[in-house]
């Protein structure tokens, strides 16, 4: 069966501090993968988007990047954090073909 | 792209009560229609999704209507129970399925 794991849980970064996630899905191939931000008692915005290895699609402009190493691994960036960029970030996948969107557990980043 | 609105962003009800929860979008060649629940500090989860080809679909205690014409979907949950009470999305998915918008989200509250 298909997993999708997402780390860390939780962190708590200083301003102008770097930033990496990681997200991985399991039991799939080429799957479709997704960064969303969720803001404290908000919707959820989405930040990026990746059909395939090294193809990345940005939403919105902002302090974030996104890159795609592997089929299965997406990773979301930051060279400097600000405080705006305090958080829940959830990752997610879809299958090639399907239409279910399936979330990650999610990371939860404060910046002080 | 597209755009979901979601209506109310706030919900109380009593136990036993219905809730609906309505949603708009703007892009007519979106195709797919998911909601999802969102406990507290939880990923979202699906709980039902529709597709343009169908105009009602109904699982258990949760209904989603779906009006093309009028570009709107709804959520119905009848006999409603103190478990129902969380943040509930809409969303809406373009015909290629590879970007998701999610309208702002419903908090419900079931009182018991």
């Known amino acids: 069966s298909q997993t999708i794991h997402q780390w860390p849980a939780t962190l708590v970064q200083p301003v102008g501090s770097p930033l990496s996630l990681e997200c991985t899905v399991e039991?799939?191939?080429?799957?479709?993968l997704y960064w969303y931000r969720q803001a404290a008692g908000r919707g959820l915005q989405l930040l990026f988007y990746?059909?395939?290895?090294?193809?990345i699609s940005s939403e919105v402009p902002q302090n974030l990047s996104a890159s795609r190493p592997q089929d299965r691994q997406f990773i979301l960036s930051s060279k400097k954090l600000l405080l705006s960029d305090s958080g829940f970030y959830l990752c997610?996948?879809?299958?090639?073909?399907?239409?279910?969107?399936?979330f990650g557990a999610g990371s939860r980043l404060t910046v002080l | 792209g597209e755009n979901v609105e979601q209506h109310p962003s706030t919900l109380s009800v009593q136990e036993g009560d219905s809730a609906v929860i309505k949603c708009t979008y703007s892009?007519?060649?979106?195709?797919?229609f998911p909601w999802y629940k969102q406990e507290l500090g939880k990923r979202p989860q699906l709980i039902i999704d529709?597709?343009?080809?169908?105009g009602e679909k109904k699982d258990q205690r949760i209904a989603v209507t779906l009006n093309k014409t009028a570009k709107h979907f709804s959520l119905h949950i009848t006999e409603t129970q103190p478990e129902d009470s969380a943040v509930y999305f809409c969303?809406?998915?373009?015909?290629?399925?590879?970007?998701?918008?999610f309208g702002t989200g419903t908090s419900l509250t079931v009182i018991p």
């Open positions: 997610a996948w879809r299958g090639s073909g399907a239409n279910v969107l399936t």
């Open positions: 039991g799939t191939s080429n799957p479709n």
């Open positions: 990746s059909i395939g290895i090294g193809q």
């Open positions: 892009d007519s060649a979106s195709n797919y």
């Open positions: 529709i597709r343009s080809n169908v």
């Open positions: 969303a809406a998915s373009d015909g290629i399925g590879n970007q998701f918008y």
